[in-house]
């Protein structure tokens, strides 16, 4: 059975009021414009997978918000319906990749399709480990998407392909 792993970094960040803590950062303008972009664009794939993981920074929670609301929108009417299990994870919280790799060896097996919303550079050094790309960059509210035919348990280097890779830059070129 093929695996899939969504990784959406979230969208920009406000730096605006700088008594805020790093967890209490909120998206700024820019941030608001991206996620919705990207989540618009990819609504109906989006809306097949069967959990999601956020960072309970609030900036990843936000971005995560406008994929949920846009899932919502695009089954709105359908016959579709796909369950769909949604947890803030503190062990999401981290810039590092192997915490992430350890998260994803712990997933349950009957899950296949699974979103996580968090950081860099930990997602871009996991992207790197999982497929042996080398991602130079992997902007804020980026989606990539690997896929693997083996037990979350068994992802380890290079175990798994890049199969999409989109950033708000390039999407709004295309459109």
């Known amino acids: ?10 969208a920009k960040s406000s730096w605006d009021d700088p008594s805020l803590g790093d967890r209490q950062r909120p998206l700024a303008e820019r941030g608001h414009k991206a996620a919705q972009l990207m989540a618009s664009h990819y609504a109906s794939q989006f809306s097949q997978l069967e ?7 609030l900036r990843a929670q936000q971005t995560c918000e406008y994929w949920l609301a846009q899932r919502s929108q695009y089954l709105k009417g ?11 994870e503190n062990s999401l919280y981290t810039f590092r990749w ?3 790799l350890v998260h994803i060896q712990s997933l349950p097996k009957q899950i ?13 050094d996991l992207v790197n480990y999982l497929t042996g790309e080398d991602l130079i960059k992997f902007p804020t509210a980026s989606l990539a998407v690997i896929e693997a035919d083996i037990e979350w348990q068994d992802w380890s280097e290079q175990s798994a392909y890049l199969s999409l890779f989109d950033t708000p830059k390039k999407l709004a070129a295309k459109l």
């Open 1 to 10: 059975m093929s695996r899939q792993l969504w990784l959406i970094r979230h």
């Open 51 to 57: 959990l999601v993981h956020y960072s309970p920074a």
């Open 98 to 100: 192997a915490d992430l």
């Open 112 to 124: 296949n399709k699974i979103a996580l919303v968090g950081h860099n550079p930990a997602f871009e």
């Open 78 to 88: 359908s016959e579709v319906e796909v369950d769909l299990q949604i947890t803030c």
